[in-house]
């Protein structure tokens, strides 16, 4: 048992994702798109994009999560944007695509795992 204020963070994220699930997606469908392009033509622009903003836009740490080199981490992001038209310093964007790339992981994930997991 955890009280709300415990799990302030989590809860509204699930209640966010409750809601973008029930809506129609933004215009863009950013996260949608990057997965569906990785899967198509085996790019991981989808999970350097998640490393980048979950190290607060820290290159070098983001590099370091997915064991490539910084270099490596820079080229996809600036190839990401080219191919998908968003801005990472814009932070705005940088939030909404962190929201809906990790969205489409839990739902991929669920998908995926469901029956296994007993989801």
């Known amino acids: 048992m955890a009280t709300i204020d415990e799990v302030w963070a989590t809860?509204?994220?699930c209640a966010l994702a409750r809601i973008?699930?029930?809506h129609e997606a933004p215009p863009r469908r950013?996260?949608?798109?990057v997965r569906a392009h990785d899967?198509?033509?085996g790019t991981l622009y989808a999970p350097t994009i998640l490393a980048y903003l979950d190290a607060n836009s820290d290159v070098a740490a983001a590099s370091l999560r997915l064991s490539v080199h910084p270099n490596t981490v820079r080229y996809r992001l600036a190839r990401a944007q080219e191919i998908f038209g968003f801005d990472l310093s814009d932070p705005?964007?940088?939030?909404?695509?962190?929201?809906?790339?990790?969205?489409?992981?839990?739902l991929?994930?669920?998908?995926?795992l469901g029956d296994r997991l007993g989801w």
């Open 92 to 106: 705005d964007e940088r939030l909404v695509l962190w929201l809906w790339l990790w969205l489409w992981l839990w």
């Open 108 to 112: 991929w994930l669920r998908l995926r």
């Open 11 to 13: 809860a509204t994220l």
């Open 20 to 22: 973008l699930v029930a």
């Open 30 to 33: 950013l996260g949608p798109a």
């Open 39 to 41: 899967v198509e033509h």
